[in-house]
């Protein structure tokens, strides 16, 4: 049942045309960043090979731009969400999967797995632009394979918080600029914090994955990711809930 | 419809408050297997929160829904299974084609994989959707979109259909197609639908339930309902017709009333009908009759008159 609501929602995201769109603006940033980089990485190249242990490839052009795709989806994301829930229930067709036989879990984890499937698919294209590096230079996989996983949990997270604020409103517009104020305010929690140990910074789930993108698989990471997750799934399961008693 | 066909719904005493503002205050109701149930009310008398509750949409703040012997509380997935709702606006997803709305709702009502395909075939001719299944719903007239909503409602097969005014906003002959669609369906699942046309009423439902402010205040068969408040009688035209006495005098004729110089209106008791000798007397005297019909109060008139009644 998770699968049939995951699948409608991820063919939906392709019937309409700013799906597509979007899409194509992505692939030709990601471009832009990654051509910007190398362009840099083969002017300074020369000189690092005088380094002891210099950063290779991986490094200088792949990290740098998992790091801007990282801020991307932090804008992206809650264009995706809002529609989630929010626009179904203006379109008044929530109706449809209320009174059908599936429980509100269903719902709210369909809806997310079948965003997250769209969400891959990007990373994936992104990944796929990066290994083309492998052509020229030995990759870094360890390094790679962190940030992809980095990058997925980000967007998972962003995923979970923005349904969350899909589920408390009626108009997608406000859930989506609820939702970027947000991710926003939990990203400059995370840059205006000037330690480390900062309480704050711990709850933005960009400093969780700066660890990712310099290679380092920390459980602590992990955790919050998953814990994030399940937190706002959980939170937009009650407020499903509390619709069928309170609206 | 049998007294003894199986209940497949049964409510008591719904309570729906919202805030503070009780609106529905303790509904009961009850559905047969093969019957059509008429909802029938003012705008904003309840109806559509009454059936947003028998669905499973709204949870009823007091009261027990049970359908088909399953408790929708408490173990709603069986229960929402034999249920088929439409909602009053179409839960249709505009950006997605007939075919694909329709698998959608096949597979969220659990119909097995191999069954789906025949389902949809089915379902299609039924509503008359043959030649739209491609067409992406956003592009289809009301007309249509209230078809797609109502073939979404009974893909599954379910024992209750539950219509939330199925004919608004359609032409005169889309309305007759839905009507005999309903009433097809009537005949092998049940069916609630709720409306504001009189009209629906008397052509497609079995039993009519009158719901007034949050309260249902009248049910009955619909076809005594017509009867509700109502004389016997009958109006006869006499081209000739003879004074008004004769007709007085004719036995079991309890009143004459002159309608014009050829028309009368003849009321008599409920268990006698004097029309028989009328006829007779007609035809030996020479009064040219022309035509009998006998009296139906109008639907309307006996809805305002329950309506009216309430508010004394």
């Given amino acids: 049942m998770i699968l049939t609501i995951a699948y409608k929602e991820f063919r939906s995201l392709f019937s309409i045309p700013s799906t597509w769109l979007i899409m194509g603006a992505l692939q030709f940033i990601f471009a832009w960043f990654f051509f910007a980089r190398l362009d840099i990485f083969l002017q300074v190249q020369s000189q690092l090979a005088q380094l002891a242990n210099a950063p290779g490839a991986t490094l200088a052009v792949a990290a740098p731009l998992f790091g801007t795709i990282a801020l991307i989806l932090m804008m992206l994301i809650p264009i995706f969400t809002m529609r989630l829930?929010?626009?179904?229930?203006?379109?008044?067709?929530?109706?449809?999967?209320?009174?059908?036989?599936?429980?509100?879990?269903?719902?709210?984890?369909?809806?997310?797995?079948?965003?997250?499937?769209?969400?891959?698919?990007?990373?994936?294209?992104?990944?796929?632009?990066?290994?083309?590096l492998a052509a020229g230079t030995q990759l870094d996989?360890?390094?790679?394979?962190?940030?992809?996983l980095g990058l997925i949990l980000l967007a998972a997270s962003y995923t979970a918080l923005g349904l969350y604020i899909s589920s408390l409103t009626k108009q997608p517009v406000v859930a989506a600029i609820g939702a970027l104020a947000i991710f926003f305010g939990l990203w400059l929690a995370d840059v205006s914090a000037v330690d480390n140990n900062n309480t704050w910074r711990a709850f933005a789930p960009t400093s969780h994955f700066q660890n990712f993108n310099t290679g380092l698989l920390n459980s602590t990471d992990l955790m919050f990711f998953l814990l994030f997750c399940t937190v706002f799934l959980l939170l937009t399961i009650r407020q499903l809930y509390n619709n069928r008693i309170y609206s | 419809m049998s007294v003894t066909a199986p209940i497949t719904l049964s409510a008591r005493n719904l309570i729906r408050r919202f805030g503070q503002r009780e609106v529905i205050h303790g509904v009961s109701l009850e559905l047969r297997h093969g019957e059509v149930l008429g909802l029938l009310g003012h705008n904003g008398a309840g109806k559509s929160t009454t059936l947003q509750m028998l669905t499973g949409a709204l949870l009823p703040h007091s009261g027990e829904i049970e359908i088909c012997g399953f408790d929708l509380i408490r173990q709603s997935?069986?229960?929402?299974a034999q249920t088929g709702f439409l909602p009053e606006t179409p839960p249709l997803y505009r950006e997605m084609s007939v075919n694909d709305f329709l698998l959608f709702a096949a597979k969220?009502?659990?119909?097995?994989?191999?069954?789906?395909?025949?389902?949809?075939?089915?379902?299609?001719?039924?509503?008359?959707?043959?030649?739209?299944?491609k067409k992406i719903i956003g592009t289809l007239s009301k007309g249509y979109q209230q078809r797609v909503g109502i073939a979404q409602a009974i893909i599954h097969q379910p024992e209750v259909i539950i219509l939330d005014e199925p004919t608004v906003g359609l032409d005169p002959s889309q309305i007759r197609d839905i009507r005999a669609l309903?009433?097809?369906?009537?005949?092998?699942?049940?069916?609630?639908?709720?409306?504001?046309?009189?009209?629906?009423?008397?052509?497609?439902?079995?039993?009519?339930?009158?719901?007034?402010?949050?309260?249902?205040?009248?049910?009955?068969?619909?076809?005594?309902?017509?009867?509700?408040?109502?004389?016997?009688?009958?109006?006869?035209?006499?081209?000739?017709?003879?004074?008004?006495?004769?007709?007085?005098?004719?036995?079991?004729?309890?009143?004459?009333?002159?309608?014009?110089?050829?028309?009368?209106?003849?009321?008599?008791?409920?268990?006698?009908?004097p029309s028989v000798v009328l006829l007779a007397l007609a035809a030996q005297?020479?009064?040219?009759?022309?035509?009998?019909?006998?009296?139906?109060?109008?639907?309307?008139?006996?809805?305002?008159?329950?309506?009216?009644?309430?508010k004394l």
């Fill in chain 1, 141 to 148: 996989t360890g390094l790679l394979f962190t940030n992809a």
């Fill in chain 1, 85 to 132: 829930i929010a626009e179904e229930r203006r379109n008044q067709t929530l109706t449809l999967l209320m009174s059908a036989p599936v429980s509100d879990i269903h719902i709210v984890v369909g809806k997310f797995i079948g965003l997250m499937l769209f969400l891959l698919l990007i990373i994936a294209s992104c990944m796929l632009m990066v290994l083309t």
């Fill in chain 2, 77 to 80: 997935q069986k229960a929402k």
């Fill in chain 2, 108 to 133: 969220l009502h659990r119909i097995p994989r191999a069954q789906i395909a025949d389902a949809l075939t089915e379902t299609k001719r039924r509503c008359g959707l043959q030649d739209s299944g």
């Fill in chain 2, 182 to 273: 309903i009433r097809e369906l009537g005949n092998m699942h049940s069916v609630i639908l709720s409306t504001h046309l009189l009209g629906e009423v008397e052509s497609i439902c079995d039993r009519v339930e009158i719901m007034h402010h949050g309260r249902l205040i009248y049910g009955d068969s619909s076809t005594k309902m017509q009867q509700y408040g109502s004389q016997s009688g009958f109006i006869v035209t006499l081209l000739a017709p003879p004074a008004l006495s004769e007709l007085q005098a004719i036995a079991d004729v309890q009143q004459v009333d002159p309608l014009s110089t050829t028309q009368f209106r003849i009321l008599h008791a409920v268990n006698t009908n």
């Fill in chain 2, 285 to 310: 005297h020479g009064w040219q009759a022309e035509q009998l019909v006998p009296l139906q109060t109008r639907l309307e008139d006996v809805f305002m008159q329950i309506t009216q009644d309430e």
